[in-house]
């Protein structure tokens, strides 16, 4: 079966809040036939806190500003030194159910850990993926008309003192991990290439880099030719 096309863009360092509203605009904009894409950004320090969120897990944020957004999960933390990856993917054609949609993006996670010999895994009821106990990657999501936006969390090489200030993903105490404080790289390029490539892997996708979006029109591209959007 051959891979299905998608579309890469790395944003670099932005606020999180035009890249969350460029996110919706793109999902609700996109049609059957648009290219799937995944974004990858590193963004400004902040908490988000999702559709379920209590605000009572975000004790001491100090000047690090608190967003109500529309993921799923509770409250999580965003800084420099952070792989943020947004897969706008449409489930159907992947012939996805969300459950298993989750369980591919930890794989990848997992995937690229091995990388570095760094033994990690998943937890039932608690999504991410954990390294001795310690969480190293986040997720939240959001599915609208069956395509996916919102997504992962990589704590790459990153100051982790903010996450002192919350309750992370809603569990008081929970310790959290990266890839550099593992024995990993400590640059962020250094493992987006083995990120992306397990995502590609695991999701039978043919990615193809292309610029930044313009966060103010996002419109999905034309669709690639019939014969390669055709469900794998």
């Known amino acids: 079966m051959s891979p299905l096309p998608a579309i890469v863009r790395d944003l670099g360092r932005q606020p999180y ?3 969350w509203r460029a996110m919706q605009r793109f999902t609700d904009l996109r049609g059957d036939d648009s290219i799937d894409e995944i974004w990858m950004v590193e963004h400004d320090p902040v908490f988000t806190l999702g559709q379920a969120g209590k605000p009572e897990h975000v004790l001491l944020p100090g000047d690090i500003p608190v967003l109500h957004v529309d993921r799923g999960g509770q409250v999580t933390y965003h800084g420099p030194g952070q792989i943020v990856v947004y897969p706008l993917l449409d489930l159907r054609r992947l012939k996805l ?3 298993e949609y989750v ?3 930890e794989q990848a996670v997992i995937d690229t850990l091995a990388e570095w010999n760094i ?12 390294v001795n106990d310690a969480k190293v990657a986040a997720l939240g999501i959001r599915v609208r008309r069956g395509c996916t936006f919102h997504g992962l969390a990589f704590n790459a090489a990153m100051d982790l003192e ?3 200030r919350i309750n992370p993903c809603g569990y008081a ?6 890839v550099l404080d593992l024995g990993g790289p400590s640059s962020m390029e250094a493992i987006k290439p083995v990120l992306l490539d397990a995502m590609a892997t695991r999701f ?3 990615l193809q880099p292309a610029p930044p979006p313009d966060l103010a029109d996002p419109r999905p591209l034309a669709a690639a030719p019939s014969s390669s959007t055709q469900a794998a």
Do not use: K, M, N, Q
């Not at 895994?121 to 954990?130: E, L, S, T």
């Not at 105490?173 to 990266?178: A, E, I, M, N």
């Open 17 to 19: 809040e035009p890249v």
């Open 97 to 99: 159910g969300v459950r």
């Open 103 to 105: 369980c591919r993006i």
């Open 119 to 130: 033994g990690a895994a998943r937890r039932d009821g608690a999504p991410g993926v954990y």
């Open 162 to 164: 903010p996450f002192g």
């Open 173 to 178: 105490g929970l310790r959290v991990t990266s």
């Open 204 to 206: 039978g996708l043919a």
